[in-house]
Nanobody, 122 residues
């Protein structure tokens, strides 16, 4: 069993910062890409940022220069540092990872966290 657990959401004023964390735990053999997605009411879920096990990152255009994604491969954790937050960043943020479990080392599976609410007030 593999789980992703997020923490760090909350309410912040525009221009402020929040730090989201996600830890993968359980029967993990290896973790490939780790991502953050978000979904605002009435919108589709969108990719915010991603990072490979080698440290290569990618960002949505809307967050470039404001958000920073990082990970600790030894701890299977990923962090999203969100700066200069805007009201349009308000959404539920989901951690996502591509993982090979101990029971299926040749098969990659996708896992999701439960989501954490981020609300940015104007």
């Amino acid at each position: 069993q593999v789980q992703l657990v997020e923490s760090g959401g909350g309410l912040v004023q525009a221009g402020g910062s929040l730090r989201l964390s996600c830890a993968a735990s359980g029967s993990i053999f290896s973790v490939n890409v780790m991502n953050w997605y978000r979904q605002a009411p009435g919108n589709q879920r969108e990719l915010v940022a991603g990072i490979t096990s080698g440290g290569r990152t990618n960002y949505a255009d809307s967050v470039k220069g404001r958000f920073i994604i990082s990970r600790d491969n030894a701890k299977n954790t990923v962090v999203l540092q969100m700066n200069s937050l805007k009201p349009e960043d308000t959404a539920v943020y989901y951690c996502n990872a591509i993982i090979r479990s101990l029971w299926s080392r040749t098969v990659e599976s996708e896992y999701w966290g439960q989501g954490t609410q981020v609300t940015v007030s104007s």
